[in-house]
């Protein structure tokens, strides 16, 4: 028995012994092969095996155990995966090649992905290299001017959102209670939002932005104005941990800071007005304050009202990834730190903090299961918006501190009443006695199971998401005493508590199969959704002012009944879809998806919304083969329909009327009251896109090209209500937009060393009234600045009189029967007559343009030598028009300041000014009227983005080798041109009303790999 034993332990070693002799030690170095620099944290390892590595910053690795017949696999994001075998080698260096095959590159579309090449729809996606240039708290702003037909308004403020619309707006604005109608459905692993202000921007892979109906319906009613589906970081299988730390810091600058008439000008302008008080309260000021040693005829104050009330804000970000994974399992964990100030000089800043993990976990071969978590705290402290307002209409003769005004209480701020004019103008009292805080929790998760049916052909997703949002708001407003008509009595606090719930869970079953050259994709699922808000308000007057911790509701003395509130909504939807796509031997493309969405909104409770798509590969064709110049050329189309349910879910009005009749021969006059009312549903958006896509000279080149035509259908609309009276909203208008997009990229090297490329996009927006009930028109805006939606003219157009001169001497007024029967003067404004009859009345207006933009480009260009990479990114658009409202406040207030170049280019003799009136005419009623005078051109040319980088990859400093690292710096926004008279001609809704001012800003990063 011994015996035995010692001869099968002999035998067992020995097999031990020949299988180690037989396995190898590998080592090696990888590079990149267009840049000879090591390829650092490339994942190494035997295929089909766990075995495996990761390269250091030297590029080297080295790889135990490794069969003599075995295959390594060399793969990294970003380049074409390797597999080399190792035929007894101990030695294998590989070089890898950058994944330039656009063709093969798989992007995200609606519940799934797809290779570009079998797309039939326009899809533009945006990687993390291209996001992380924008140094910005909302991940959106990162978009701006890089991809056609999408326009970002910028939010200046520190955590605003920018406004995004994607092919124009399809909804009345307005007609959803909230105003907020034309906003995309964003999609982020999975979860829905309204909006992705808690994102980190480092955190995102990719941003796919769905801009046809065919691409978006799949997620049904939410989905009517483009989707933006969002990846976030990912761990990978067999991948060695990696941590990666992404940060930066820099300065906010106002930029294109509005001149305002200084204390000279004003005092001219007050001089001409023929305004006998604004005569004396120049003299006024002369008095309190001195007179100019420059200038005796003017007051010893030139205050320049912006440069008081704009400072220098800091900005700063600063994340931590940590990834990796085994053979079974894939991790993500990541953390972020934001902080913005506010270039408002008052308590005016943003600060985040996110904490981020995904996790998937392959518990067997046919069953994976995963979840991914976002938290999110902010404290936001907003701009008092008033500040604005109040500095561009204070006078330049009024100092910020004024200390004969001995009553002011508790700082000695100047009050221009002291001098006689009608408000206290001066923004400091606002800026300073102002606190509002918002404290913002956001708790965002997803856990899905995916089942393996039938393995690489039938699996089941079922995953449950939600986001759960807590708001809280504080709005303390503080009292404070500058003269008796300038003052704030009673302090008031204002609490709010909002919160919002997003639920939804999803089921589906995938069906692939590839036979010969057919290859065809089934998907059918299931989608529940609740979607639910809660408010609750209260106000308190006088409580505790001396420490922060008194500032609350039950400290007050008095709580107004009338402002309690307590509000919510809560909705459901059940929707059932299915897709299925087809491709033939890689030539011809079917694509169709068929959505059934039923909701609790509405009275009709079901909504049925198909759509089609096709593409022809003609690249693929045998005529085409081999032809030398391009390489990829497809030809595709699309027509789809969606719901939109981000209108209101019902509308009516109550209308009194007064009337008179007989009772018993005595006539007595009394009250009528009729309701209206109608029952709204989704609106229904129908679009059909013809596109392009080719790549040309080896690739180098690509292009994609699309036009669309996309109408609203049952869109709400504003109907007036015959014989009763006034507006009920019902689904009865159509609303298009149509446009061409174009996108052209260029990339390749100059010899070993040096890469390039450069690349623009181009679009045009036509967005058209189409149908209003019979209705010529639909007003808006207000009397004094009329908006009128016209069909066949665009929504909300601006609607006026065309300035067509100004009136230069009395010869000229003799000589026209309007001005001599309106008692005009030189610097009066001539209005065009459109009818040429003897009169300008309200037939003579004519629309006045629109705040859409009917063009819209941006560019980029990108160069790298050695370690130093460069890129700069512009963008601009043309077509849109803004109302100055600001200038327009003069029609109620005309003793407040103007801009400089109003003041400059006013009309002050014969031949001075043919475009603005004269200080006098200023005050007039005929030259107030709505008018290009106030509608001015909203073009802009902007450099967007430069970034200089440098990388430091495969050093040793002090006998250690170092991570890979890279140092940036950054300006975004630098240069912006244009001729609008505002800070900024970027406005949401055009009209500018004082926007908070779009910084520029100047940051240095680093980001570093271990």
């Not at 039923?598 to 409770?605: F, M, N, T």
Request: hydrophobic letters at 35%; aromatic letters at 12%; glycine letters at 10%.
């Amino acid at each position: 028995m011994r015996i035995k034993f010692l001869l099968c332990l002999f035998l067992s070693t020995s097999a031990l012994w020949v299988f180690a002799q037989n396995n190898l030690t590998v080592t090696g170095k990888v590079t990149e092969k267009a840049t000879k620099f090591p390829a650092i944290g490339v994942n190494v390892h035997v295929k089909g095996t766990t075995n495996g590595t990761i390269t250091t910053p030297d590029g080297d690795y080295t790889l135990a155990n490794v069969p003599a017949n075995a295959i390594l696999v060399f793969s990294y994001i970003g380049m074409l995966t390797e597999e080399i075998p190792v035929d007894g080698k101990t030695v294998v260096n590989v070089e890898l090649t950058e994944d330039t095959q656009r063709l093969e590159e798989v992007v995200v579309i609606g519940y799934g992905t797809s290779k570009v090449k079998d797309l039939t729809s326009s899809i533009a996606t945006l990687r993390s290299d291209d996001l992380t240039k924008t140094p910005s708290g909302q991940a959106m702003q990162a978009l701006q001017g890089k991809v056609a037909g999408l326009q970002i308004v910028s939010g200046g403020g520190p955590g605003n959102s920018p406004s995004v619309r994607i092919r124009g707006v399809g909804s009345y604005p307005g007609n959803d209670g909230k105003n907020n109608n034309e906003a995309p459905l964003y999609v982020v692993d999975g979860i829905f939002y309204s909006n992705i202000d808690f994102l980190n921007t480092a955190d995102i892979v990719s941003m796919s932005v769905l801009k046809d109906a065919s691409a978006a319906a799949i997620y049904g009613v939410r989905a009517a104005n483009g989707v933006i589906l969002i990846e976030t970081k990912s761990g990978g299988y067999d991948k060695k941990t990696e941590v990666t730390f992404d940060g930066y810091y820099g300065y906010q600058v106002a930029q294109n800071v509005l001149k305002m008439a200084n204390a000279e000008q004003y005092a001219g302008m007050a001089m001409e007005s023929g305004s006998a008080s604004d005569v004396s309260n120049i003299e006024k000021a002369m008095l309190r304050y001195g007179r100019s040693r420059i200038n005796p005829n003017v007051p010893d104050v030139n205050t320049d009202w912006y440069k008081e009330i704009l400072r220098p804000a800091s900005i700063q970000n600063y994340s931590m990834d940590v990834s990796g994974g085994s053979a079974r399992a894939s991790y993500s964990i990541g953390t972020n730190y934001f902080a913005q100030e506010g270039i408002l000089d008052m308590k005016n800043e943003y600060e985040r903090f996110n904490l981020r993990t995904k996790l998937d976990y392959k518990t067997t071969d046919w069953l994976t299961l995963g979840g991914n978590v976002i938290w999110s705290q902010a404290t936001k402290y907003p701009e008092e918006a008033g500040a604005w307002n109040q500095a561009y209409f204070a006078v330049p003769v009024l100092p910020v501190y004024d200390e004969s005004n001995e009553a002011a209480t508790p700082d000695k701020f100047a009050n221009a009443q002291d001098l006689g004019y009608r408000g206290g103008q001066n923004p400091f009292p606002t800026l300073t006695y102002s606190n509002k805080k918002h404290l913002i929790n956001k708790l965002l998760t997803g856990f899905y199971a995916n089942v393996a049916l039938v393995p690489r052909k039938l699996t089941f997703k079922t995953s449950y998401n939600q986001a759960y949002s807590s708001l809280n708001e504080r709005e303390v407003l503080l009292p404070y005493y500058l003269g008796d008509n300038f003052q704030r009595k009673d302090a008031s606090i204002i609490k709010r508590a909002i919160t919002y719930s997003d639920i939804t869970w999803d089921n589906l079953l995938t069906y692939t199969e590839e036979i010969g050259n057919h290859s065809f994709s089934v998907m059918a699922g299931s989608s529940f959704r609740d979607e639910s808000y809660t408010l609750l308000e209260a106000k308190g007057l006088n409580f505790p002012l001396g420490q922060e911790q008194s500032w609350y509701i039950d400290q007050a003395e008095t709580v107004p009944a009338d402002d309690v509130k307590d509000d919510g909504t809560r909705q459901y939807g059940m929707s059932y879809f299915g897709r299925i796509s087809y491709n033939y031997a890689n030539r011809y493309l079917l694509y169709g998806t068929m959505r059934a969405d039923g909701s609790s909104k509405y009275q009709e409770k079901w909504g049925y919304f198909p759509t089609i798509g096709a593409g022809w590969v003609l690249s693929e064709e045998g005529f085409m083969r081999d032809n030398g110049l391009a390489d990829y050329l497809k030809i595709r189309a699309s027509w789809g329909q969606l719901g939109n349910d981000k209108i209101q879910a019902s509308d009516g009005a109550l209308t009194t009327s007064l009337v008179t009749t007989a009772v018993n021969d005595v006539l007595v006059s009394g009250t009528t009251v009729s309701g209206v009312y109608s029952s709204l549903k989704w609106e229904k958006t129908e679009e059909t896109n013809v596109g392009l896509s080719a790549d040309f000279l080896q690739n180098r080149l690509n292009l994609e090209a699309d036009y669309y035509i996309r109408d609203t259908k049952n869109a709400a609309i504003n109907v007036n209500i015959p014989a009763v009276g006034g507006t009920v909203i019902r689904n009865v208008g159509v609303i298009r937009n149509s446009g061409f997009e174009l996108a052209v990229n260029w990339e390749d090297n100059i010899r070993q060393d040096f890469r390039y490329n450069i690349g623009f996009n181009v679009s045009t927006l036509k967005n058209e009234v189409r149908d209003l009930f019979g209705q010529p028109y639909i007003d808006g805006g207000s009397a004094e600045f009329r908006q009128r939606s016209i069909t066949g003219r665009p929504l909300l157009a601006f609607y006026g009189y065309e300035v067509a001169g100004v009136y230069q001497n009395e010869a000229e007024i003799n000589a026209d029967p309007i001005a001599v029967a309106n008692g005009l003067a030189p610097g009066d404004f001539k209005y065009k007559n459109q009818n040429g009859d003897d009169a300008v009345n309200d037939d003579d207006r004519v629309v006045l343009g629109s705040y859409f933009p009917t063009f819209m480009y941006g560019g980029h260009i990108g160069a790298g030598y050695k370690n130093i990479d460069l890129s700069v990114h512009i963008m601009g658009q043309s077509g849109n028009k803004i109302l100055n409202r600001k200038r327009g406040e003069y029609i109620w207030t005309n003793d407040t300041n103007v801009d400089a170049d109003l003041a400059i280019n006013r009309w002050h003799g014969e031949g001075t000014s043919d475009k603005y009136p004269s200080s006098a005419g200023l005050r007039k009623g005929w030259n107030q009227k709505m008018s290009d005078y106030f509608v001015e051109d909203g073009s802009f040319f902007r450099i967007q983005n430069i970034q200089l980088g440098y990388h430091i990859r495969g050093q040793k400093w002090f006998g250690l080798a170092m991570p890979s690292m890279r140092i940036s710096l950054t300006a975004d926004r630098p240069l912006t041109v244009f001729s609008y008279n505002g800070f900024n001609p970027e406005i949401a809704n055009g009209i500018d009303t004082q926007a908070y001012p779009v910084p520029a800003t100047y940051t240095i990063g680093l980001n570093i790999k271990f």
